[in-house]
């Protein structure tokens, strides 16, 4: 294992002032998404769509990073040029999610495994070579009426290991995602006791199968008042609740940690990262990997229409600076405007 370039591939991805964008989404998760466009999930559209946000100028100012689909991975721009090549000439590393959706699990009504760890070898090898530099593998944790079950947190931080251990064999850093998801009427505490419980059971399975931990990045939900929970936790509770818990249970030989949104709103997840990071005591940086929090906006602007190119560049631009400004507690609510 070369444990010096991981631990530098990592170190970049989350470079002060900038952070990853997921733009990774299943051909599932895409259809969605254009379907509140109105937009069929054709293979041209997705490709003019991911295009224009891997080419909007001044991006690499914000961004370390993108993680793409397998589709996107293979694709080329009119000139030939693969996209992946496009964000690597910006100085943008190109990464991989490599996982193949969290699936019923059989016997945990309402809880959910990650599957695709068959022929994982194989296809990390052909991604590194295709240009990846880093893999992203996401497990599902749902809290609801006796669940999570100890059976489904420990079937899925298995998961994440082994995943995580053939990434670095190969060279790739693994973002190693547990996420404890926001549906729900739980509260601030139990979403706190869910997620360490969660996260212990993941370092233990890491450190089991010999991960070296310098070299991953872990993408955890902050802790945060489920969506349709009465009592909704405040910005500095969130912070505080979410510092407090990773303190306890992540170890600080971890290089970063790059959260995702969610299904928080852009400024919500905005305000919740700039709070995390003004707290300014934690032993790993603390950034971003949004997928909707960067990309809603720019969808609804854009609108399938290629006459909304331009604007739609321009509130990814403006999405992207906020985010990496919150990444170093400089952002300020006014920002929305300017
Ligand atoms: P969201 O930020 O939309 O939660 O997506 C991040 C992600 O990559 C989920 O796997």
Request: proline content about 4%; glycine content about 8%; aromatic content about 6%.
């Amino acid at each position: 294992m070369e444990t010096a370039k991981l631990e530098s591939i990592a170190r970049t991805l989350v470079n002060k002032g900038k952070g990853i964008l997921a733009a990774d989404e299943s051909s599932g998760t895409i259809k969605k998404r254009f379907d509140s466009i109105k937009l069929e999930s054709t293979e041209k559209n997705r490709l003019f769509y991911r295009h224009m946000l891997f080419t909007t100028e001044g991006i690499r100012n914000f961004i370390s990073g993108v993680i793409l689909f397998d589709e996107t991975i293979h694709q080329t721009n009119q000139d030939g040029v693969p996209l992946h090549e496009l964000l690597s000439r910006q100085g943008i590393l190109p990464g991989i999610k490599v996982d193949k959706g969290a699936k019923e699990m059989p016997g945990f009504p309402g809880e959910k495994i990650t599957e695709g760890l068959d022929g994982l070898h194989d296809r990390l090898v052909n991604y590194r070579d295709l240009g990846a530099r880093f893999a992203k593998w996401r497990s599902v944790i749902t809290i609801g009426q006796d669940i999570p079950t100890r059976q489904c947190i420990d079937a899925n931080a298995h998961g994440l290991a082994i995943y995580a251990a053939l990434c670095q064999e190969v060279g790739l850093v693994p973002i190693v995602e547990p996420e404890v998801l926001m549906d729900g009427a739980h509260d601030l505490e139990l979403c706190e006791q869910v997620t360490a419980d969660t996260l212990v059971s993941v370092f233990s399975e890491l450190h089991h199968h010999r991960v070296h931990l310098e070299g991953i990045l872990l993408k955890p939900n902050m802790v945060i008042s489920g969506k349709t929970c009465a009592k909704q936790a405040q910005i500095s509770e969130v912070a505080q609740a979410t510092i407090r818990c990773f303190r306890r249970v992540v170890p600080s030989s971890v290089p970063g940690i790059v959260f995702l949104s969610g299904g928080q709103t852009p400024k919500q997840a905005t305000e919740n990262l700039n709070a995390i990071n003004a707290i300014g005591t934690a032993p790993w940086q603390l950034s971003f990997s949004y997928g909707r929090a960067l990309q809603e906006t720019t969808l609804k602007t854009w609108g399938g229409k290629a006459s909304n190119f331009s604007k739609a560049q321009e509130i990814f631009y403006h999405r992207s600076k906020c985010t990496a400004a919150a990444r170093d507690a400089s952002y300020q609510p006014v920002m929305e405007d300017q």
